[in-house]
């Protein structure tokens, strides 16, 4: 079983959805490579805005943000994503060239990974908040 | 008066008498790898607050990516800091969408959004290299300046200009503040420098100043220059004892205060020896005093002492410094800068360098040798502080000049040292001046003993 395929959770007859926060055309091409690689769902917005709008809508698995995204960065975009009760189950991957774990742990981000992009280190990583939401979504249950 | 910016920068404001002017364009420019995004994040981090918050625009010479990985390598960069008083923001992604046309409604709205007092713009060059006909540049660069002299704001453009280009682009045209930073080799050898180009409605310290790249981030040698007000010849009636047994005769029981003596002569031939008693009588007399060496380190020097019977422990606790620069990595701005600030913390009262060679063979030409040296010796006798410098000649016996003739010239007392070729080698002392003072001129001996060294009249 792939790890995008999450069972319990309410989004369990789709692939897993990722939705990424990079403003960078190249970094994105990156990463989309390497999740769908993962056998994960992947969409992109290239500002903070554009990320808590899109989340509202499409109620991804994850979100993936850098914190220095335009427009809204992505520590306030996790804080927004967490406090609102429509989206707090979303989980949220701080992934950032900045070092700066606790700011997003205070912010509400359940992962934080800081770049350059390991592919596996990010794979194992959302697969692991994808088997933390199966897991609540169990328990909710 | 000026309001003025600090730029966070050890010793840089002190070259800019407070700082950057306030609400200026500046432009740092540089070659490659001369530290100006360094420069230029250090300004940003020292001064952002949240209440006036400093905006980095990174355009197409790096990623943004890249000047925050980078950055954080430095004790300057905090992170705690950055998207809250300091925001980064990739402005080449915007031009490229927009065109280079739009710079300066670009800037203007990241100006109303995020309401900076600072702002940066690296590389402002590699972004207006978009620009290929030079009206096209002036007309942008004209519309981007407008913006930026209505809002209150302190911009700084940074890039990869060479010399020639100051004259030719809008970008100096517009700036009020230039600041070069450049490598100079010398052999294998690279030193950095900064020069204060252009600085409207404010003064700077004149000439290149040396700095270095810590991990702390730049730190700036401010050349030294002599004091404003000459020294006072004519107060120096406080004599200075040697320490050595014999000398203090032959020189009217010291020199005098504040006076810099040259002691010449061939390896082997006592200087260290001599310039460590020198320095240890000042300390056990309450006078502290930084030996500045360059060949033997601290712990080497220590085990020289004990061997002359020297309390080590002791005068290191009453006030002796034993600084070392390794001459291999030395750069001569940085070594003076801090025997600078020694002198004039009027805590040091004695200051040895041993030896004076290896001072000039650091330096990256001769007559900026002889200026530090020169301000040098004005400084210890405004300050008072008594200075002996060691210089070693390579001829054993014969001797064909003393030292470099200006350090001879300047110095108030020149002692020779030399071998006396004979079935026993002797050591020899002669004086050759003492400036304002009589002294014994004879040759002596000088011996080496368990109890350091002694002067002696000759046998014959």
Request: glycine share 0%; charged share 10%.
């Given at each position: 079983m792939s790890p995008a395929e999450t069972g319990k959770n309410p989004a369990s007859n789709r692939r897993a959805l990722i939705l990424v926060v990079e403003r960078n055309p190249i970094v994105q091409r990156l990463e989309k490579y390497f999740l769908e690689q993962g056998g994960f769902g992947v969409e992109f917005v290239a500002d903070g805005v554009a990320a808590l709008k899109r989340a509202r809508e499409l109620h991804p698995n994850i979100l993936v943000t850098e914190i220095l995204v335009p427009k809204m960065d992505g520590l306030s975009l996790c804080h927004a994503l967490k406090s609102d009760p429509a989206t707090s189950d979303i989980r949220v991957l701080v992934f950032s060239h900045l070092h700066a774990e606790d700011r997003a742990r205070d912010a509400g981000a359940d992962a934080f990974l800081v770049k350059p992009l390991d592919e596996s280190r990010l794979i194992e990583t959302v697969a692991n908040l994808i088997s933390m939401s199966s897991g609540s979504a169990g328990e909710k249950d | 008066m000026v309001d003025k910016i600090a730029t966070g920068c050890s010793g840089l404001d002190e070259v800019l008498y407070g700082g950057i002017p306030a609400n200026t364009i500046s432009v740092i420019m540089g070659a490659p790898g001369t530290g100006k995004t360094i420069l230029a994040e250090q300004i940003a981090f020292a001064n952002a607050t949240t209440a006036a918050t400093a905006l980095y625009l990174t355009t197409?010479?790096?990623?943004l990516e890249k000047f925050i990985m980078h950055g954080q390598n430095y004790g300057f960069f905090d992170e705690a800091q950055v998207g809250v008083s300091v925001h980064y923001e990739d402005l080449g992604l915007m031009v490229r969408e927009q065109g280079i046309s739009q710079l300066a409604e670009i800037v203007t709205e990241l100006l109303t959004t995020f309401r900076p007092r600072l702002l940066f713009i690296d590389s402002f060059k590699a972004l207006t290299e978009?620009?290929?006909?030079p009206s096209e540049r002036r007309t942008v660069i004209f519309d981007l300046a407008s913006a930026l002299s209505t809002y209150e704001c302190t911009t700084f453009l940074i890039g990869e200009y060479a010399d020639a280009m100051m004259t030719e682009l809008p970008e100096f045209a517009i700036a009020d503040v230039v600041l070069q930073m450049v490598k100079i080799a010398t052999n294998v050898r690279e030193e950095r420098f900064l020069r204060v180009e252009k600085l409207r409605a404010s003064n700077s310290v004149p000439g290149l100043h040396a700095f270095s790249i810590t991990a702390e981030g730049l730190q700036v040698y401010p050349r030294l220059l002599t004091p404003k007000v000459a020294p006072d010849y004519t107060a120096r009636t406080v004599r200075v004892n040697t320490g050595i047994k014999g000398l203090d005769e032959m020189i009217a029981q010291g020199f005098s205060a504040g006076s810099t003596t040259l002691l010449a002569g061939p390896p082997g031939a006592g200087k260290t020896i001599m310039a460590l008693q020198f320095i240890a009588e000042g300390a056990l007399k309450g006078e502290p005093g930084v030996y500045l060496g360059f060949q033997e380190n601290p712990t080497q020097l220590a085990r020289v002492m004990r061997n002359l019977g020297l309390p080590v422990e002791k005068l290191l606790n009453d006030g002796l410094e034993l600084m070392y620069q390794s001459p291999v990595e030395m750069q001569l701005d940085k070594v003076a800068s801090e025997l600078f600030l020694r002198i004039r913390s009027g805590k040091v009262k004695r200051v040895v360098i041993d030896a004076l060679g290896d001072v000039q063979r650091a330096s990256i030409d001769r007559r900026r040798f002889s200026n530090l040296i020169y301000a040098l010796m004005q400084w210890f006798a405004v300050e008072n502080v008594t200075c002996m410098f060691t210089y070693e000649m390579s001829d054993l016996f014969e001797v064909h000049g003393i030292s470099d003739e200006e350090i001879s010239n300047m110095s108030d007392n020149v002692l020779l040292l030399r071998f006396l070729p004979g079935p026993v080698l002797k050591r020899t002392l002669r004086i050759i001046k003492t400036r304002g003072s009589e002294h014994d001129g004879r040759e002596h001996e000088i011996r080496i003993t368990a109890q350091g060294l002694i002067v002696e009249d000759f046998e014959e």
């Open positions: - | 197409m010479s790096e990623p978009l620009m290929t006909l």
